[in-house]
């Protein structure tokens, strides 16, 4: 008789539970950029990486869990769960992972810096910023009647379709593509046969004859926050245009808030510097 007669054999079989997946906002695909931890703190687990780049949770039990992803250089996240309504064969949680001020942008990523301090200059960690791409309307708004020199403060304007008020920004389209643009009015004539006032004086000539159009809020609103030293990044990789505007409301519990706007270049990184917020 064999001597294993008696040998009992046990066979535990993994399950996976969850496997997660982190989606990188600024290239949608998969986050890469440095380390990255995803856990449930409920369990105190720490999710495994596979060679596919899912996160993944074995044997957990069926529950609600928060699940939580930091990382170098993306701000943290986190999305709820529950595993008994996944799919059990592909449980898979998707979190996508917004880029923060130290993330490594390629150097041609159009992007806006700047720096949020309170009234007593200290960094403004978690102030809110709201950013809306202002472009121009399809049709003309009006055009300049008489030549204008470079540092001129107000023009001339003729075929006004509808109204232009103050604070209206317009595209003055230049024929020659590196003198085009923006302009903010900053007064309006009664008589709108005057001289518009600006805001600022222009950067360059232009000839009579010259169109300008209204610059109007386009689909793409993009929203983010500063990071522990009060630094932000927006990443504009979706608009693709050479040149427009971006309007950017800043905001943070009971300051008030302030709206700042900008001339952007594709391809390049401008700054907004440092935005003081004040009770």
Excluded: W
């Amino acid at each position: 008789m064999s001597g294993t007669s008696g040998l009992r054999v046990e066979q535990t079989i993994d399950k996976l539970s969850l496997a997660v997946s982190l989606t990188d906002d600024y290239t949608a695909r998969a986050a890469a950029a440095g380390s990255v931890a995803v856990a449930i703190p409920e369990l105190n687990l720490t999710a495994m990486r596979n060679l596919s780049g899912y996160y993944l949770f074995i044997n957990i039990p069926v529950g609600s869990y928060t699940v939580t992803a930091d990382a170098d250089y993306y701000f943290p996240a986190s999305s709820s769960v529950d595993t008994s309504k996944l799919d059990p064969l592909n449980p898979v949680l998707a979190i996508t992972l917004k880029p923060c001020p130290s993330y490594p942008f390629p150097s041609e990523a159009t992007l806006l810096r700047g720096g949020v301090r309170d009234g007593t200059g200290k960094a403004l960690q978690g102030a809110s910023l709201v950013t809306t791409v202002l472009g121009p309307d399809s049709s003309i708004k009006a055009t300049l009647v008489i030549a204008v020199a470079k540092g001129a403060q107000a023009i001339s304007l003729s075929n006004i379709v509808g109204s232009i008020n103050a604070g209206d920004l317009l595209l003055v389209k230049d024929a020659n593509p590196f003198a085009q643009e923006f302009i903010k009015i900053a007064t309006v004539p009664t008589d709108q046969a005057q001289p518009f006032s600006l805001l600022q004086g222009l950067q360059f000539a232009h000839a009579s004859g010259t169109d300008l159009y209204l610059l109007v809020a386009g689909p793409n609103v993009l929203n983010t926050v500063t990071d522990e030293r009060g630094e932000f990044v927006v990443y504009l990789n979706q608009v693709k245009v050479s040149l427009f505007m971006a309007s950017v409301n800043v905001s943070h519990a009971q300051s008030t808030p302030v709206v700042k706007e900008v001339a952007v270049v594709e391809g390049e990184s401008s700054s907004l510097g440092l935005i003081q917020l004040t009770v």
